[in-house]
Structures are given as structure tokens and as C-alpha cells.
């Protein structure tokens, strides 16, 4: 009875293929933690106008979060590069979350804070191909 439910037993393999597949994964390597090189007054201020503009408009692209922040102007931040390893940083901190959102075969990745409720009918759409590509989808009459 034991027999049957063995892995290697179900789809004809043997052990040693067993173990040889399993040893032959790598492990993921270990992260180590994101270390700001902006004094920390300055990260506060970063910091600090990202949340609110996250906390203000509701979840948010990354690209999204740029155009806002481009809009409020803040002077530390330097490029779009910069932002994203602060949100990445904010994300380690548990000061912002990461949800994903699946519109369908697309998947959308949302920066929030923890307080924000998220409504998945209401981000359901996609942006309407801002960049002027062909989404691939055939175009319906």
C-alpha cells in the first residue's frame, strides 16, 4: 500500500533519478539588505512624499508612482532607478506592500501602504497601450 503513494513508484522513476533531480537545484541565494547611500534626512523626505503619494492615490504602478512623484518635485530622488530601490528598501522596512493583480493573462504589480484597501474591480483595467504597441490581443468590433 505504501508503495503506491511513493513518488518515484507513480511516474516510473527510480530513486536514484529522484535524488540526482533534487540535488541538481540550486538554492536561492540569500538577499542582503538594501543599504541607502543618501544621508538620512534626506531619505526621510523620500520616504516620507512616497508614502504619502501611495497612502493619497490608492495603489500604484511603478511608473504611476514616478508620475506622481514628478509632479510633487522632489529634488533627492535622482531617477526613476533611484525610486524603485527605495520602494524595494520601503518594502524590506514593511513601511509599503507589494499585491498583484491579474487582469486576465496580464499580471499588474501595485505598490501600497498596509492601511490602503485594496479593491481588486476597481484596478481590473489595463492601461490602454501607452507606449503605442500592439497588446497582441486581436481587436474586437
Same mark, same amino acid.
Given at each position: 500500500?505504501?508503495?503506491?503513494?511513493?513518488?518515484?513508484?507513480?511516474s516510473n522513476h527510480n530513486v536514484s533519478e529522484l535524488l540526482m533531480?533534487? *540535488?541538481?537545484?540550486?538554492p536561492k541565494p540569500k538577499m542582503k539588505p538594501i543599504e541607502l547611500n543618501t544621508p538620512p534626512e534626506q531619505t526621510q523626505t523620500i520616504t516620507r512624499v512616497i508614502f504619502d503619494v501611495l497612502n493619497e492615490h490608492g495603489p500604484l504602478t511603478i511608473a504611476e508612482t514616478w508620475d506622481r512623484? &514628478?509632479?510633487?518635485?522632489l529634488r533627492g530622488l535622482t531617477s526613476k532607478r533611484h525610486m524603485k530601490i527605495i520602494l524595494r528598501w520601503m518594502r524590506e522596512?514593511?513601511?509599503?506592500?507589494?499585491?498583484?493583480?491579474?487582469?486576465?493573462?496580464? &499580471?499588474? *504589480?501595485l505598490y501600497t501602504t498596509w492601511f490602503t484597501k485594496h479593491n481588486p474591480s476597481k484596478l481590473s483595467k489595463l492601461p490602454e497601450n501607452p507606449t503605442g504597441k500592439s497588446s497582441g490581443l486581436p481587436k474586437l468590433p
Open positions: 500500500m505504501l508503495r503506491n503513494v511513493m513518488p518515484w513508484n507513480r533531480r533534487h *540535488f541538481a537545484t540550486k512623484v &514628478k509632479e510633487v518635485g522596512r514593511q513601511k509599503l506592500k507589494l499585491i498583484c493583480n491579474h487582469v486576465g493573462p496580464h &499580471k499588474q *504589480f
